[in-house]
């Protein structure tokens, strides 16, 4: 029985519903099949990050200003009993002009350090089939797929390019130390 | 004479001149009565008495000789005594004669009677002696006609030479008497002549004097008569004229008069209308203080429901904030799902059933986030609301304020109307009174007016009178003067 949605009584049955129907619905066995993203806006921009490259998502954690030789460094930021440098993805996406981030996503990788954001659209879930590779390169840094997503068209910041290039620019000076 | 006195002082003088003339003139005429009824009674007294008693010498002659002739016829001693009775007569009346005589012709005359009485008594006697001796009646009558008779004729005579002397005395005191009282009378004559030669002057001198200032006092009398015939004249134009006025101001005041009956009526229909007038503005009043009453009623009834926006305003906000509570939790609870996710993607097999859990739990914080969201705009619509019910409601209150303000100046005004109509209506009975008073008051005027048009008229009618009179009045001095002074009048 489909609950009327418009009104607030309707709404709270139909979540019931669907909260009940979750349980009796039997575990999904095409997880492989499935992409999770994090819907993100970064310089007003649509894009999404990869959560199976993250390692946590952090809010309002403040972030302590370190000098560097990466203009994208915006400090360190204490995460789980760890200091993590947190660069910016603004920056590092090569959008100009400055910002506060408020989001923090570490990413999984030998060298930890994370990426800031002002604004996060959600959790999403796509099938495998929506993300696709870029045909030309694309305008921005660090994108080489995109996902179709609500009817739109969301670049997929690769986040181990990301740690490339920073593993890269850095280098030279201050080779990164492995904790 | 004086030219001061008065009639009365000159009339008296006169009259007492006249007067005086009068007792002069009686004075005089009494002397000359009483002298010559003093010659008349001595005429009558002495020389007429004694012709009396000459004649009753004469008598008593007669009767003794009747008395002796008598004797001797009759013999009786009666006529005897009769004889004696009447010889004492005879001597008494001629001693009496004789005492009474004054000339010397008188008293040789008495005289000589008394001798031939003597003598004729002696003769009687002898007769009588004859008579009683009785002697003869022939010898008695020789002796009678021999003695007694020549005797007696001597007597006789000698009593008419007396009578015939006193006669002649008497006519010459008659005589005398007579020129007295004729110059007793050419006296009284010539004082009377005098007299009335004296009472003509005075006449003469009086009426000069009289008619000068009678003339003078008649020339001023018809000098002002004159005046007075002007002034009666102007008295009698000015009264008609007057007249004339006091019916033109009649008129006027009756026509004031019926002015002021309409100004009383409208005046009273005024008050009646501010009467009429003031009721109606008490009973708006009235009215005006039950609206101010309801506006003060809306004032407060607004002012209660901008109390209640508000604490609707602050609730919706107490709403935001626990609002916001439960986005920060959804929130939260958003990111320890999606992190649940991360932890399941690293768990391999084991982390798929979680990532499960974790995806319910992501939806429902997706949903919680999502229905936070409608909250809020809920909330936001209902905020909004509320302020523009807040707004409204305020500027819904200034305009109650607003219109209470101006309810309240035009409840002032209505009271100032009420109390100014009050005022009219008190000005206007006190004018209806005034009016009243005043009509009562034209009213009188106009009974004065006409008692006074009366006597207007009266007064002309009376100056027409005294025109009349003071033309009658200068007609009669102008006849007095012509009277007194006609010379000078002509």
């Given at each position: ?179 | ?77 009666k006529y005897l005594d009769d004889v004696t009775a009447a010889r004492e007569e005879f001597s008494a009346t001629l001693e009496r004669l004789r005492a009474a005589v004054r000339t010397d012709e008188g008293r040789a005359a008495v005289d ?153 009526e409208s005046a009273q229909r005024v008050a009646r209308i501010a009467g009429d007038t003031a009721g109606a503005a008490r009973s708006g009043q009235a009215t005006v203080e039950r609206a101010d009453e309801a506006v003060g009623a809306i ?57 499960v859990v974790a995806d319910e739990i992501r939806k429902l914080s997706d949903r919680v986030a999502s229905s936070t969201k409608e909250i809020r705009g809920l909330i936001d619509d209902v905020r909004g609301a509320v302020n523009t019910t ?101």
């Amino acid at each position: 029985m489909a609950a009327d949605r418009s009104t607030a009584a309707g709404l709270a049955a139909a979540l019931r519903q669907a909260f009940d129907r979750s349980f009796a619905e039997p575990a999904r066995r095409d997880a492989d099949d499935l992409v999770e993203l994090l819907a993100v806006r970064v310089g007003g921009d649509p894009y999404a990050l990869p959560l199976a490259e993250g390692a946590g998502l952090f809010a309002g954690r403040p972030v302590v200003p370190v000098p560097g030789p990466l203009p994208e460094l915006l400090g360190v930021a204490g995460v789980r009993g760890l200091l993590v440098p947190v660069y910016s993805l603004r920056a590092l996406l090569g959008y100009p002009g400055a910002e506060a981030p408020r989001w923090i996503f570490v990413v999984r990788s030998a060298e930890a350090l994370a990426v800031a954001f002002d604004q996060i659209e959600g959790h999403r879930r796509v099938a495998r089939a929506s993300v696709a590779p870029l045909a030309r390169p694309a305008a921005r840094l660090h994108v080489v797929e995109a996902a179709r997503l609500e009817g739109e068209v969301r670049p997929i910041v690769s986040l181990a390019s990301v740690i490339q290039a920073i593993q890269q620019r850095a280098r030279p000076a201050v080779p990164p130390k492995e904790r | 004479m004086g030219q001061n006195w008065t009639f009365g002082r000159k009339v008296g003088l006169g009259f007492a001149a006249v007067v005086a003339l009068a007792v002069a003139l009686g004075a005089v005429a009494v002397y000359a009565l009483r002298a010559v009824t003093a010659a008349k009674d001595r005429v009558i007294e002495v020389d007429a008495q004694q012709l009396i008693d000459a004649e009753a010498v004469t008598a008593a002659l007669e009767r003794k000789s009747a008395s002796l002739r008598a004797f001797l016829l009759m013999g009786t001693g009666k006529y005897l005594d009769d004889v004696t009775a009447a010889r004492e007569e005879f001597s008494a009346t001629l001693e009496r004669l004789r005492a009474a005589v004054r000339t010397d012709e008188g008293r040789a005359a008495v005289d000589g009677i008394g001798k031939a009485e003597a003598a004729h008594r002696a003769a009687a006697d002898s007769v009588i002696a004859l008579k009683k001796s009785g002697a003869a009646v022939e010898e008695i009558e020789r002796v009678f006609d021999a003695e007694m008779a020549p005797k007696r004729v001597a007597l006789r005579d000698a009593v008419k030479a007396f009578v015939v002397n006193e006669r002649a005395l008497l006519d010459a005191a008659k005589t005398a008497a007579s020129d007295s009282a004729a110059s007793a009378i050419t006296l009284v004559m010539v004082i009377a002549a005098g007299a009335l030669l004296l009472a003509f002057a005075l006449a003469l001198v009086l009426t000069r004097s009289l008619g000068r200032q009678i003339g003078t006092a008649v020339g001023q009398v018809q000098s002002s008569s004159g005046e007075l015939q002007a002034a009666a004249t102007q008295q009698a134009t000015g009264a008609k004229e007057q007249s004339t006025a006091m019916a033109e101001i009649t008129t006027t005041i009756s026509e004031l008069l019926a002015t002021s009956r309409q100004i009383a009526e409208s005046a009273q229909r005024v008050a009646r209308i501010a009467g009429d007038t003031a009721g109606a503005a008490r009973s708006g009043q009235a009215t005006v203080e039950r609206a101010d009453e309801a506006v003060g009623a809306i004032r407060r009834q607004v002012e209660l429901i901008v109390g209640h926006m508000l604490d609707l305003g602050k609730k919706s906000q107490q709403i935001g904030a626990v609002l916001e509570i439960v986005a920060e939790l959804a929130e939260q609870t958003n990111i320890l799902a999606i992190n649940a996710t991360i932890e399941a993607a690293g768990a391999g097999e084991a982390g798929r059933r979680f990532a499960v859990v974790a995806d319910e739990i992501r939806k429902l914080s997706d949903r919680v986030a999502s229905s936070t969201k409608e909250i809020r705009g809920l909330i936001d619509d209902v905020r909004g609301a509320v302020n523009t019910t807040v707004m409204a409601t305020e500027s819904g209150a200034k305009a109650v304020d607003s219109g209470t303000r101006q309810f309240a100046d035009v409840a002032s005004a209505f009271k100032q109307i009420v109390d100014l109509i009050s005022t009219t209506t008190e000005a206007a009975r006190e004018i209806e009174l005034s009016t009243k008073q005043q009509t009562t008051a034209v009213e009188q005027v106009n009974q004065a007016i006409a008692n006074v048009a009366q006597a207007t008229r009266e007064t002309e009618a009376s100056s027409g009178q005294t025109l009349q009179t003071a033309s009658q009045l200068a007609a009669l001095s102008r006849d007095l003067h012509l009277l007194v002074r006609p010379a000078a009048a002509a």
